[in-house]
């Protein structure tokens, strides 16, 4: 383990940030488990109805966790996912005296991310969580439970109504992933491409907050299109992110529309659902708005509503012919200018359609 990051701090100020959840202890906390487990095999079924898209990794499977454990669980994805680049940056810093106060420093901020996150966070796909040492506990849906009682509560949603809708849209992401042979292992070659190209200079941090400093004094924000990566990003790295740029969008769209068209009658209140979710996103304010912005959550949602438009778009050109074109191999996913300006990618991939 790289000794860049300070990891137990981070688990430390994570579990402070991310507080006391009352509703870990409801009596109604017991239903969740035996509910997603349910819903998530009914979501998937109609989601393959509607996409045509079936795991090749067998049924899915929920987990309803709470949020140290879900913080627990992306820690060691980050262990292992940021490995490469946190040892470029220990080699570089190790001789330092400043060393050890960087190491917590760089702790503190992911404990600070990541326990922010956990109270934000609903449900999750993510491939980059791997648990090494129990492959059994591969390819799981999480749900985190306590934000699942909260919002239920706070805004008077039908639970099984709205287990169902944020189970169709996990589902989804995950029919994506283990339905398409080539998808995953595409999308992490990116991610790697990325990490391996980033330079640890700190002067490049440097020079990327001079620059996000001056774009706010001129009034535009150039954390709004991916979070501080994109703003300390080479040219090469962007080139890559533009390309997960193009693929998170489409995903996150194709997510969206699967989910409300799959849940068509059976999910009535959904218009409501991503309304109020909607909401609270943009109305974030002060650090809570900044953390978004850093992270990339602020070009997270507007990926959904890019990528909503593109297959909107896209369909209403050619249909679901059209649109599958994106599944049959990588050099067929729209970059994230083919997601702003759809006609660019129909051109491009019309001439195959037979």
Known sequence: M????????????????????????????????????????????LVEAQTGLRSLAGPARARVTDRRAWIEANIASFQRLLRPLLEKFEARISASPVAPFAAKAAGAEVGLMLGWMSTRVLGQYDLLVIEEENPHDQDLVYYVGPNVLALEKLYAFPPEEFRLWLALHEVTHRAQFTG???????????VEQTIAAVDPDPKRFINALNRLAEAIRNGTNPLADGGIMALVASDQQREVLNKIGGLMSLLEGHGDVTMDRAGKDLVPNAERFGRVLKQRRRQAQGLA??????????????????????????????????????????????????????????????????
């Open 180 to 190: 398409v042979p080539w998808l995953r292992e595409y999308f992490l070659s990116l």
């Open 289 to 354: 708005r900044l953390l978004q912005q850093l992270i990339g959550l602020e070009a997270k949602i507007n990926q959904y509503e890019q990528g909503e438009r593109f297959i909107e778009t896209v369909e209403r050109e050619g249909g679901a012919t059209l649109l599958d074109r994106v599944w049959e191999r990588a050099e067929n996913l729209p970059t994230m200018d083919e997601i702003r300006e759809p006609a660019l990618w129909i051109n491009r991939v019309r001439p195959a359609v037979a």
């Open 2 to 45: 790289t000794g860049a990051v300070d990891w137990d701090l981070a688990a430390r100020v994570a579990g402070r940030v991310s507080g006391r959840e009352p509703l870990a202890e409801s009596y109604h906390y017991d239903s969740l488990q035996p509910d997603f487990d349910e819903l998530t095999a009914r979501a998937e079924e």
